[in-house]
């Protein structure tokens, strides 16, 4: 196993405990190492749009260094930021939106532990920055997503650096 890539479980199983005793808690305070919901005026932390604008999963990601967290407007962007071999800095937790709760087109609050979390890769639903991985807490929301939009339901442990492409967006997008 990638050594990367288990000190990145090994955080995010501290996350997932740190999560869990919240239950219930929307919105918890950066300073316990939970998620926060983003601001209307919250911008991606790798290309600077503004999360709200977009439709689909969003991510977050609180470093062992930092007060707050940064925000990726497509779960796409967190994955890869995770996966890619020279993140070294220590992650306190990382959070993508449960989908089988949140609105597709305004997803707000919803939290869940990226790790926890099931991915359906391959749908015809597209994020912010096009094709995109739909995160789901449940198993059954995450296969009746793939059913109705097409996909594969995939756990985080599953997902590979080359699935986590960022030329996506760039290639699907028709408005530039």
């Given at each position: 196993m990638n050594?990367?890539?288990?000190?990145?479980?090994?955080?995010?199983?501290?996350?997932?405990?740190?999560?869990?005793?919240?239950?219930?808690?929307?919105?918890?305070?950066?300073?316990?190492?939970?998620?926060?919901?983003?601001?209307?005026?919250t911008a991606c932390d790798l290309d600077g749009m503004?999360?709200?604008?977009?439709?689909?999963?969003?991510?977050?990601?609180?470093?062992?260094?930092?007060?707050?967290?940064?925000?990726?407007?497509?779960?796409?962007?967190?994955?890869?930021?995770?996966?890619?071999?020279?993140?070294?800095?220590?992650?306190?937790?990382?959070?993508?939106?449960?989908?089988?709760?949140?609105?597709?087109t305004q997803p707000r609050g919803h939290w869940i532990a990226a790790q926890a979390a099931l991915y359906v890769r391959g749908s015809r639903k597209h994020g912010s920055m096009g094709p995109t991985l739909a995160t789901f807490a449940q198993e059954a929301d995450a296969a009746k997503f793939a059913a109705e939009h097409g996909g594969k339901v995939l756990r985080f442990g599953e997902i590979t650096p080359e699935m986590a492409d960022l030329s996506g967006g760039a290639l699907h997008d028709s408005k530039m």
């Open positions: 050594p990367n890539r288990r000190r990145f479980g090994c955080a995010l199983c501290g996350a997932a405990l740190l999560t869990l005793t919240g239950c219930g808690q929307e919105k918890s305070a950066a300073g316990a190492g939970g998620p926060l919901d983003f601001e209307p005026g503004l999360l709200a604008d977009y439709p689909g999963p969003k991510g977050q990601i609180l470093y062992g260094d930092a007060k707050a967290p940064v925000y990726f407007c497509d779960t796409v962007e967190l994955v890869s930021t995770l996966l890619r071999p020279e993140q070294v800095r220590p992650v306190k937790g990382a959070w993508v939106q449960d989908m089988g709760q949140a609105d597709w």
